[in-house]
């Protein structure tokens, strides 16, 4: 502890060194090791070959690694600036989907920038969790019981909701909704206000679903009756189901699954990777992943749980809480317990967005463990 006060005291070189020193590296272990499982998947699911998928996504891993912990080093108090502008540009990239986006499997939810495809829901994820926590670290636990201050964040939240409902992407709208409502819930809502807050849920969701379009409610019939259509609708979901259980407890072998190495699974590099790792490794290798996944929602839990100032303490539950739902929605998905949705299964699912974003995330993360101890702009009373 004495040299790590001496490094902060140093010259700027060593301060970094000091901040690294504090990294919480079994996390960071924690990460690569699902990155590596992500790019065994990817390599058996091209086949047995690094490309198109598995190298592709470890150059991004290497990168966002990096980013991540620049990210790490970054003092909660430059974070707590960056939130605003990084949520405005959220926005705005939200609002250019919609204008100039690039149509997929029904959807306009990607834009196109020098080539490469990125996605801006992903974005709007962080950022949101970065301008919530910024705002409620500013107006402290007492102002929350004046609704005044309640409706800026809650206009934060509605606004990249129905832009993303827009595109249309529901499951994502789903997963941005349930974090801002997480990050409410957290930085001291009052009981009537959370009453409040539920009570037009069932009303809401009747006229949401109301106004879904024809293929969001197709899969929703689909997921209630999914042999009713077998090679067409309910396809998907049949397939999945089938590598799910034909994996048995210890699975047919890695490069030897039969529904993914056959191509029958669709989107096997995406949405329905995690069939595929349960064909090849069975229930103990499901099991091992899913533990893997819990253990770093857990952590991450318990770095926002340790954090002194408000601010870090909302951002690590925020992130802690995507992450958790990304995995929830996407096993949940893949097993036939929920309507599929296309969210990816974070770290292990092909894509660029997703696994930039998500280290982008854990990089907020890491510098909420960093800077722990950091004890800044919350008013006194709202300090004791």
């Known amino acids: 502890m004495n040299f790590q006060k001496r490094l902060l ?7 970094i060194l000091a901040k690294l020193w504090q990294v919480n590296w079994l996390y960071v272990l924690l990460i690569c090791v699902l990155a590596g499982v ?7 699911a091209a086949g047995g070959s690094a490309h198109p998928f598995a190298e592709p996504q470890t150059i991004r891993f ?3 690694l990096v980013m991540m912990l620049c990210v790490a080093l970054t003092s909660p108090r430059v974070l707590v600036r960056l939130a605003w502008p990084l949520y405005g540009l959220s926005i705005l990239l939200l609002v250019a989907v919609l204008r100039m986006g690039h149509v997929g499997k029904g959807a306009e939810r990607w834009l196109i920038v020098g080539g490469m495809q990125i996605q801006p829901s992903e974005l709007a994820k962080i950022a949101l969790v970065l301008a919530l926590a910024s705002w409620f670290h500013r107006i402290g636990y007492r102002r929350m019981a004046n609704p005044i201050y309640l409706l800026p964040p809650a ?3 509605l606004l990249p909701v129905g832009l993303v409902l827009k595109e249309p992407n529901l499951g994502t709208a789903v997963i941005i909704g349930t974090v801002g409502a997480t ?5 001291g809502m009052r009981l009537w206000q959370i009453v409040l807050l539920i009570a037009p849920v069932p009303f809401l969701a009747r006229f949401a679903y109301a106004h879904l379009h024809d293929y969001q409610k197709a899969r929703i019939t689909t997921f209630l009756h999914p042999e009713g259509d077998p090679l067409g609708a309910g396809y998907n979901i049949i ?24 191509n029958f699974l669709p989107e096997k590099q995406t949405d329905f990777i995690f069939t595929m790792i349960a064909e090849e490794w ?10 893997l996944l819990m253990t ?8 926002a749980m340790r954090s002194r100032n408000q601010f870090g303490r909302l951002l690590g539950l925020g992130i802690a809480t995507n992450f958790f739902l990304y995995c929830a929605v996407n096993l949940s998905m893949v097993m036939g317990t929920i309507p599929v949705g296309g969210v990816p299964l974070p770290l292990i699912s092909y894509g660029g967005s997703a696994m930039l974003t998500v280290m982008f995330g854990f990089g907020l993360l890491l510098s909420a463990w960093v800077h722990r101890n950091s004890r800044f702009g919350e008013a006194a009373p709202d300090e004791a």
């Open 183 to 187: 990050i409410f819930f957290a930085a």
């Open 38 to 44: 992500g790019y065994g998947a990817l390599y058996s």
């Open 155 to 157: 206009l934060m939240v």
């Open 282 to 291: 069975g229930y103990v290798g499901g099991i091992a992943v899913i533990g």
């Open 62 to 64: 290497a990168f966002g």
């Open 296 to 303: 770093m929602v857990l952590g991450g839990m318990l770095i």
């Open 9 to 15: 005291r140093a010259e700027p070189n060593f301060r």
């Open 239 to 262: 397939q999945s189901k089938i590598a799910l259980g034909s994996g048995g407890m210890w699975g047919q072998g890695y490069l030897h699954g039969t529904q993914g190495q056959l």
